[in-house]
């Protein structure tokens, strides 16, 4: 089992990270962080998904609900 980095972890990775999410990572952003890269790619995907697009709020996080349940992505879905 790959162990999470710190929560407390001060990268310049991990910054915008922990600035999209109110000042803490949450455990999955603990595991992408192991890649940089893709934990910067995955950040930048998601806060345009979560804030940029047009979409009815209630209609985004339903669609996201939705794609977790059809995944068996207990996390995403509560």
Not at 41 to 53: D, K, M, P
């Amino acid at each position: 089992m790959i162990p999470y980095l710190p929560a407390d972890l001060s990268t310049p990775e991990s910054l915008p990270i922990k600035e999209r999410r109110g000042g803490n990572l949450l455990n999955l952003d603990r595991i992408l962080l192991y890649c940089p890269p893709f934990a910067l790619a995955w950040n930048t995907f998601f806060g345009t998904v979560r804030q940029s697009l047009t979409i009815d709020p209630k209609l985004r996080e339903l669609t996201i609900c939705y794609i977790g349940i059809l995944n068996k992505a207990e996390y995403e879905v509560d």
